[in-house]
């Protein structure tokens, strides 16, 4: 029987990528003020910045679009949209968003308070950054498995209950309910296990609290449960994506991961206790809510993704490729976060160049030095995404510096990632060159985006 797993679809239409040199992507790298973010995507040979709406829609979706119907209100298209997500989550009230942020804005402008306190395994940029901007505390409760990037633990997105329980005992009255990122994306893209998520519903039932999923990579997570979980293996993806959700209240969702489209989002909740004042915020800043900011050729391409995600081959081919491009890097002695995640490889930026001191940044000064190398574009997970100046000038270091190499799905083949592998080991045996780097402008909030550096 062949191990080689490939991808499960034909390409149907390409794309070139244009070649740079190694002097062209210096230049590049400076005019973007040694910031990634501010590349060009032209520039770019292989682009593993996020795996947000940066993914190929399938023959299926483009032929959705076509069927859009664009009308104001009442769009056929919303009521096949509200109908997939009313089958996979069960949750009654549907409202879309243009994308996660703005569910997540959204949903916290109505249900928290000035000095509310949210926990979470992992709260991720912009979930952290909408509830700080409220005066709402995100607190991060993951396992201790989920901050050691060489424990292999299958499930290292679990919250931690006892830490969860004590925040309730000890200031339950500023909590409006929990939260969980299915997979733990700032952690590494680890998995929640089906019995991590029950005990935690539970602990907050105790409490009268209510549970709402970050649901953006459902998918993948529900397929590690199905490959990990004992119990788990003989069910299929969408039971245990549907156990998930009627364990939970509701949920926020970034649709441009795992509904596998370019543009998308929505929350979608249990009771009405939140669902009018949301729809009267949406109205304000989104949209009519049976269109909420986007085209209902949109509408159309999500609902035909969420179902098109469940696919077990699929999502097979997708977890193995973070598995085969961890497989070469620690073949090459680069240290990743272990085990690989659904969605991305996260290389450890401490262990790549120990020779950089926190305050160099060590994770963006490897994304720049990528770029160089090989025209690889990666995110910063670390001190500058989770770090913060304060007002005395001194500087908060986040506990991790991770550099993450998110897969756009559907686009990117094998050689793609064995040049990516080529690289990235070659760099390693040169790290000792790679030059740190200082902040000289940033913004107040969520600044890695548009923050500009300098050499150290």
């Known amino acids: 029987m062949p191990q080689t797993r ?23 790298l400076e005019e ?62 549907v409202i879309p968003t243009h994308q996660g942020r703005a569910a997540e804005r959204i949903l916290f402008s109505v249900a928290t308070r000035p000095g509310d306190v949210v ?52 200031r339950g009255e500023r909590v409006p309910f929990g939260m969980i990122t299915l997979t733990n994306n700032s952690g590494g893209g680890q998995p929640v296990s089906l019995s991590n998520l029950r005990a935690y519903r539970e602990l907050l039932t105790r409490f009268s609290k209510p549970l709402i999923i970050d649901a953006c990579r459902f998918a993948e997570n529900a397929m590690f449960v199905k490959l990990r979980e004992p119990g788990q293996g003989g069910r299929s993806v969408k039971a245990i994506a549907q156990e998930a959700f009627a364990l939970a209240d509701g949920c926020t969702m970034s649709a441009k991961k ?33 269109y909420g900011g986007l085209a209902g050729r949109d ?33 090459g002695g680069i240290q990743i976060v272990e085990p690989t995640g659904g969605h991305a490889v996260y290389i450890d930026a401490r262990e790549f160049l120990p020779h950089l001191p926190p305050e160099q940044y060590p994770a963006w000064a490897l994304c720049a030095a990528l770029y160089l190398e090989g025209g690889l574009r990666g995110v910063e997970i670390g001190s500058v995404m989770f770090g913060k100046r304060l007002e005395d000038g001194t500087e908060t270091f986040h506990h991790a510096e991770l550099v993450r190499l998110a897969f756009p799905r559907r686009v990117y083949t094998q050689s793609h990632f064995d040049y ?22 940033q913004a107040s909030q969520l600044r890695h985006f548009t923050a500009e550096f300098a050499w150290a």
């Open 258 to 290: 795992d509904a596998l489209v370019n543009i998308g989002g929505f929350i979608a909740l249990r009771d009405d206790r939140w669902v009018e004042p949301a729809r009267n915020l949406l109205v304000l800043t989104e949209g009519f809510p049976t």
């Open 32 to 93: 973007a003020r040694l910031n990634v973010f501010a590349l060009k995507a032209d520039d770019v040979l292989i682009d593993f910045l996020t795996d947000s709406g940066t993914g190929a829609m399938s023959a299926r979706q483009w032929a959705g679009i076509m069927q859009g119907d664009e009308s104001y209100a009442g769009a056929r298209s919303f009521y096949r949209f509200e109908a997939a997500v009313r089958d996979l989550t069960g949750y009654p009230h």
């Open 119 to 170: 926990p979470s395994n992992t709260h991720f940029d912009t979930t952290r950054a909408n509830l700080e901007y409220g005066g709402v505390e995100p607190l991060d409760l993951v396992i201790a498995e989920g901050r050691d990037p060489r424990n292999r633990h299958p499930f290292k997105g679990n919250i931690d209950l006892g830490r969860v329980e004590a925040l309730l005992r000890e």
């Open 299 to 331: 509408l159309e391409a999500m609902a035909i993704g969420l179902s098109e995600v469940l696919d077990e081959d699929y999502l097979r081919y997708r977890l193995r490729t973070a598995e085969y491009l961890g497989e070469k890097l620690l073949a």
């Open 6 to 28: 490939f991808e499960p679809f034909r390409i149907k239409m390409v794309e070139p990528i244009r070649m740079t040199t190694r002097s062209e992507r210096e230049r590049l």
């Open 420 to 441: 990516a592998a080529e690289v990235i080991c070659e760099l390693k045996a040169r790290a000792a060159s790679v030059r740190g780097v200082r902040i000289t402008r």
